[in-house]
C-alpha cells in the first residue's frame, strides 16, 4: 500500500511539474512524464526520486532511456527541478536520437547538457563532441570540440 501511495505521489509530482513547464513555452518537455523502472527509492528529506536499472521516462513527444535516473524536485510544489541520466542514456525525439553516459535535464533553464561520448544522430547525419549542451526551449545545441558528419543527397 505504501508503495502504491509513493508511485501515485511521484507521478502527481511529475505531471503538475510537465503541467507548468509546458504553460511557460511549447517547446519545453511535453507531459505527463511516466517513468518506469525495476525499482524506485523516494526519499522526501532529500526531495528526490531514484529510478535505477531499466529506466524508461516518456513524455507526449520524447522517450528517455537510462540505467538511472535521479529526479530532484522542490519541497512545498514538488515540481521538478533538475534529472540526471546515467548509464547508456539514450534520448529519442522525433527523428533525433541523441546518445551518452550522462544526461542532465535543467529545469529552470530549460536546457539539457549531454557529457560521456555524446552522439547526435538526424536521419544520416551525425555529430559528436566532448559536451552537448540542447536548450529546448530554443530547439538549439551547443556542441564542444565537435565533429560533423554530413550525407549530401544525390539529385535523382
Do not use: C, W
Not at 517513468?35 to 536499472?53: G, I, K, Q, W
Not at 527541478?81 to 542532465?104: D, W, Y
Amino acid at each position: 500500500m505504501l508503495k502504491r501511495f509513493l508511485i501515485i505521489s511521484l507521478l502527481l509530482i511529475f505531471i503538475s511539474a510537465t503541467d507548468t513547464f509546458s504553460q511557460d513555452t511549447n517547446q519545453r518537455i511535453k507531459g505527463p512524464i511516466v517513468v518506469t523502472s525495476e525499482t524506485l527509492t523516494a526519499d522526501n528529506n532529500a526531495h528526490t526520486a531514484l529510478f535505477e536499472r531499466n529506466v524508461v521516462a516518456k513524455t507526449t513527444d520524447m522517450t528517455i532511456y537510462a540505467d538511472t535516473m535521479l529526479v530532484y524536485y522542490r519541497e512545498n510544489s514538488g515540481d521538478v527541478t533538475k534529472i540526471e541520466s546515467t548509464g547508456n542514456v539514450r534520448v529519442l525525439r522525433n527523428t533525433r536520437i541523441i546518445t551518452s553516459q550522462k544526461a542532465v535535464y535543467y529545469a529552470d533553464e530549460d536546457k539539457v547538457i549531454f557529457t560521456g561520448d555524446p552522439r547526435a544522430v538526424d536521419g544520416e547525419n551525425v555529430v559528436t563532441g566532448t559536451k552537448m549542451t540542447y536548450f529546448i526551449s530554443d530547439d538549439r545545441s551547443f556542441v564542444e570540440n565537435s565533429k560533423v558528419f554530413l550525407k549530401n543527397k544525390k539529385d535523382r
